[in-house]
C-alpha cells in the first residue's frame, strides 16, 4: 500500500509538472503572431485533461476529502 502511495505521489508530481510545461507553452503560443488558433486549442485541449487526470491522483490519494 505504502508502494502504492509512493507511484501515485510521484505521478502527481510528473502530472503537475508537465501541466506546468503546458501553461508556459499556452502563454507563448498566445503572444506569437500569427497566432495559430487549431495548435492553441490542442494545447488547451491537453491541459484540461491533464488537470481533470491530476483531480483523479488527488482524491485516489487522499479519498477521505469530502466533494
Known amino acids: 500500500m505504502d508502494a502504492d502511495l509512493h507511484y501515485l505521489s510521484r505521478q502527481l508530481i510528473e502530472l503537475r509538472m508537465e501541466h506546468a510545461d503546458l501553461d508556459g507553452l499556452i502563454d507563448r503560443a498566445s503572444g506569437m503572431l500569427p497566432l495559430d488558433e487549431l495548435q492553441l486549442q490542442r494545447l488547451k485541449k ?6 481533470d487526470r491530476i483531480s483523479r491522483l488527488e482524491q485516489a490519494c487522499d479519498p477521505d476529502q469530502p466533494a
Open 46 to 51: 491537453r491541459r484540461l485533461a491533464l488537470k
